[in-house]
């Protein structure tokens, strides 16, 4: 009967231990995505998602690469340009988020400020290499002012004369980073205030350095997770003028350094790069592990600098040349300015044709952002794109010389981080193997209650089969005990 009692109380025991196993897979997965969504809402309460938010502890690193000119004298001469690439020239970039206010609206305004550092360590040279490039001064100048009146013109060249500048430079990879002393530059910034995009002395990244990116207004996710880092505003617009359709005006996606969680792979990165004076927006290629870590890479379309011919929605981008070029020059003080994928990779190939020395591949040249979908969170970041500038010859000019029609291409840079060390295994524990382990609890939970549920109807059964043979009486067995007609005493006849 104890046994009895026990068969039942384990077979009670499993189906309640079954039930919870079950209730572990249909709840688990919502407690996992209530404790994703309360640790990722940009709050001051939320001291390690705040903390990367705020400061973003991950190092980011700039490499730089030079187009150094081989042949400029025959280049002037009209014939094909031919280049060498220079670097990496590798720089440590520091961001701070400062100016932190939020509104009621559960929204978050701040500028981001970023710094760049040289690291010697990781350059192939040193800053005091020098290396020849066009001069953009002179030679974007000339297009700019190729419609002008003759007149115009040949007094611009007769200024490029008087100032000695010329149509190359020849300077070091510092001067032509962060500035070079110009008689050109230091006249145009005095009598001509902003016409050129810094006000001391002139470099490819003058204007980068020790600078903020405009004042951003995001959203913090409290109200809707949906739209954590989401650009509510930009220097407080909330849509460009810059572009001629309200499309290509339109500010969509984060700041480019978040996303909101629970991503699938029909989802997109779409974020606001001032730099690019646009949004942009990348798209899933392929899944894949960083360390144990699940991952989406998100890689840039064919389309994102497709020329409006080729696709229709970046019209509003043009006026276009070849695919693969983004005309920046209506937010460059309207220089001839484009920006493409580093080697005019999956640009139109003719770009190729102009320029000798260039040999574009998707590893060394192609964008991508490695992501962790769960929670929008980029492990791996390598974001690259290059500078070029449209030159020709221009009449009255004579710096310009025979030039052949060409974008030429000035310089590419790559900017690169990934998560490491303690916050990597902090990210780790936290949302893998915590994770896994509820995973393996549900099964262990639901395999152990059918075990004892078994067991418990073994038991029961055993138990039965044991009664039942104890009751049961052989029908072959016979009775030998004597009877009141039985002689106690026996004759035996022999």
């Avoid at 360390?291 to 229709?312: E, H, Q």
Wanted: contains cysteine; hydrophobic residues 40%.
């Amino acid at each position: 009967m104890n046994k009895s009692k026990l068969a039942i109380g384990l077979f009670v025991a499993g189906i309640l231990t079954v039930v919870f196993g079950t209730i572990i897979v249909f709840v688990g997965p919502i407690i996992i995505d209530e404790q994703i969504v309360k640790n990722l809402v940009i709050d001051p309460k939320n001291e390690m998602s705040y903390t990367m938010w705020k400061d973003i502890p991950v190092p980011f690193f700039m490499s730089v690469y030079f187009f150094n000119v081989l042949n400029p004298t025959e280049f002037l001469a009209g014939e094909k340009p031919m280049v060498e690439q220079r670097g990496p020239y590798v720089y440590r970039k520091r961001i701070q988020k400062q100016n932190i206010t939020f509104h009621p609206n559960d929204t978050v305004s701040y500028l981001e400020y970023r710094s760049y550092f040289f690291e010697p360590s990781m350059s192939v040279g040193n800053e005091s290499d020098v290396v020849t490039i066009p001069n953009m001064l002179v030679l974007g100048a000339a297009v700019m002012m190729e419609n002008m009146p003759l007149g115009v013109r040949l007094l611009i060249s007769t200024t490029f004369k008087g100032f000695k500048e010329g149509p190359f430079l020849t300077k070091s990879v510092g001067e032509l980073m962060w500035g070079y002393d110009s008689k050109l530059v230091d006249f145009l910034n005095k009598w001509f205030p902003g016409m050129l995009p810094s006000t001391g002395k002139f470099g490819l990244f003058s204007e980068f350095n020790n600078t903020n990116t405009g004042l951003f207004t995001i959203h913090t996710g409290k109200d809707d997770i949906r739209l954590i880092h989401k650009v509510d505003s930009w220097n407080g617009l909330t849509k460009l003028t810059n572009w001629k359709t309200p499309q290509c005006n339109m500010i969509n996606g984060t700041a480019g350094q978040m996303w909101p969680p629970f991503m699938t792979k029909e989802s997109t990165l779409p974020f606001y790069s001032p730099d690019a004076c646009r949004s942009l927006e990348l798209v899933y290629q392929r899944e894949g592990i960083m360390k144990g870590i699940p991952l989406y890479r998100y890689v840039a379309p064919k389309t994102m600098f497709a020329n409006g011919s080729d696709y229709a929605p970046n019209e509003g981008f043009c006026p276009c040349r070849q695919s693969g070029l983004l005309n920046v020059s209506s937010c460059r003080s309207n220089s001839p300015v484009f920006i493409s994928h580093p080697h005019f990779y999956n640009a139109d190939p003719v770009l190729l044709d102009y320029v000798q020395g260039l040999q574009p591949t998707e590893d060394e040249h192609g964008l991508f952002i490695d992501i962790h979908p769960e929670t929008g969170v980029p492990l791996n970041v390598s974001i690259r794109l290059q500078l070029n500038l449209y030159m020709k010859m221009v009449s009255g000019i004579t710096e310009t010389g025979n030039i052949s029609e060409v974008v030429m291409p000035m310089i590419w840079f790559e900017e690169s981080g990934y998560i490491d060390g303690a916050i990597l295994k902090t990210f780790h524990t936290n949302l893998v193997i915590l994770p896994m382990v509820m995973v393996y609890m549900q099964y262990c939970f639901i395999g152990l209650g059918l075990a004892t549920i078994l067991g418990a109807v073994l038991l029961h059964y055993r138990e039965k089969l044991i009664i039942c043979e104890r009751t049961v009486i052989p029908d072959a067995k016979v009775s030998t005990s004597p009877s009141e007609q039985t002689p106690l005493i026996q004759d035996h006849v022999d």
